[in-house]
Structures are given as C-alpha cells and as structure tokens.
C-alpha cells in the first residue's frame, strides 16, 4: 500500500498511464540538471541580469543578430555552455523515457533542451525544437557536420568545405523556430495524446506551455514533474514536486510491477 504522498502520486500516474497509448513528454534543463549539467539560470550565473564580460546581456550575446554582427561573441557563450556541458551523459530520467516506448503505442518527446542526450539515450522520436548544439552549420555552402563536443573545434569554426562561417545549429535568441520541426509538432498533436507530461522546464515558451495548458482544458491527463512551481503549474492534474530522476525512475518501477 502508498504509504507517502509521493508514492500515491507514482501509482495515480501509472495507473492513468496503463490506460494509455500516447505520451507526450516535453522536457528542458531540469532533466538533464542531474547528469551535472547546469539549468538556464546556471550557466556561468549569466541569466541572472547580469552583463556577460563583454557587456551585453546573455540574451543578447546568444542572439541570431549577434551571430550576424560578431559572430565570436555568441560563439565564445557557445563554447563556454559547451564547456559546462563536456563530458557528461544522459541519466535515469531520460532511459527511462527511451525505455517506456516499448510499453507504448507512441511515445513524443519534445525538448528545448540542445545537449543530445535524449537521442543518445534512445528515444526514437525527439523533436528537439531548439536543435543540437553539436550539430554546425556553413552559413556559405550550408556544409552541415556534427562533432562529439567543441575540443579540437576552432572557435569561431570554420568549413571545411568552403572556408565560410559555421554557426552552432541551434535556434538562438531572436530567431524562429525550424519549420521542419514545427511540422513534425504539429503532425504530432494532429494525431493527438492521452497524456502529457512537462519535465524540468520553468514552460516560459507558448510552444512549451501551450501542450501542456490545451491537454488540460481538453481533459487529457497532464502531469509536471519539477521541484518548482511554473508557468504550467496550474494547469496540471498532477504535480510531482520532486525530480525527474527519482520521479521517473519510481514510475518505470511502478509500471514493471504491476504489470509483469
Ligand atoms: P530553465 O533553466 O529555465 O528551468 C529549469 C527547470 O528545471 C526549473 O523549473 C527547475 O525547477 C527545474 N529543475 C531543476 N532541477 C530539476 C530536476 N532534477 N528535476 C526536475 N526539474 C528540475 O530551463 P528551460 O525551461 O528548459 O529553459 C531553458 C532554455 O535554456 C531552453 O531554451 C534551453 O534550450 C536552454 N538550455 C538547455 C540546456 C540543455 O541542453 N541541457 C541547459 C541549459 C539551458
Ligand atoms: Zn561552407
């Protein structure tokens, strides 16, 4: 028997998951916070309104005109998250959500999140809507590669097809999302969920919040999992304030139990 609140809530979730054949999972910086990875709010303490060393905000040295104007200035940012990023892996939170596509019909993870580890950890349908930081660019010859991380890659990188500018293929501040991406969305919903799930994200992007808070008016099950109170938080039927790593974890455990 649940004895604690927590629990109640893992064998709530599964249960309403038993009764269900489509998830939507979107996901941001909280789910990769425990493989040591730092949040938005935590790279190099930028985000917090401060200026960057160079004066500008971070939201302006990681923005598409800046690319255009100075085009070190955004790569030295780049190249600094990337740093903080080097060496470290996917954990539980995003197996277990790899792991779930082979309880399910269908299984969707949208991700802000530009660090590959949902890929890596083997979701199969990952529409990362602000791309992949490992993945360049040509901004001449539109040359694409993609390298395992930014050692060896000379900042600012150049092609090495044509010798133009490369530029990291993730959307920057400013910019608009991919439209093959938000086709791939858009298909996604047309088909539609029974559940949604909003994993680590403070949700401060319609198109992050939005899935969350149309499931919820529509009575589709919505569940958050985060420590904190979001933007989406009012528009969950359940909330898990507690982290992804134990919370999915329990839930997979959850899920094997009952159903051997
Ligand atoms: P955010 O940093 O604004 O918010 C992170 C959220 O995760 C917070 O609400 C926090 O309470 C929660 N959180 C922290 N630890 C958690 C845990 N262990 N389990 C569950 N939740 C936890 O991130 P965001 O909403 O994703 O927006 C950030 C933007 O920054 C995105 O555009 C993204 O592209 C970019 N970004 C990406 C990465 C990455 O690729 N890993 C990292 C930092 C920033
Ligand atoms: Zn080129």
Redesign the pocket.
Known sequence: MPSTDFERQIEQVAHLMQNSDSILFIT???????SG???????SGLYNDQHTEDGVRIEEALSGSMMQTRPEITWKYMAQMEAA?RGKSYNRAHEVIALLESKFERVCVLT????G?HHKAGSTNVIDI?GNMNDLLCLSCRYETSVPDYSGVEIPPICTNCGGQMRPDVVLFEEMLSTRKTTHLNQEFQKGFDMVFS???????PY?AHPVVAAYHANIPTIE????R?EVSEFVHIKIAE???ATLNAIWMYLNRSTP
């Not at 941001?28 to 425990?34: K, L, N, V």
């Not at 990875?37 to 790279?43: E, F, S």
């Open positions: 941001g910086a909280g789910i990769s916070a425990e990875l730092p949040t938005y709010r935590g790279i990023f802000q999140n530009v660090d580890f602000h994993v680590g994200t403070t949700s401060v992007f992050i999992i985060n420590p904190d979001t982290k992804a790593v």
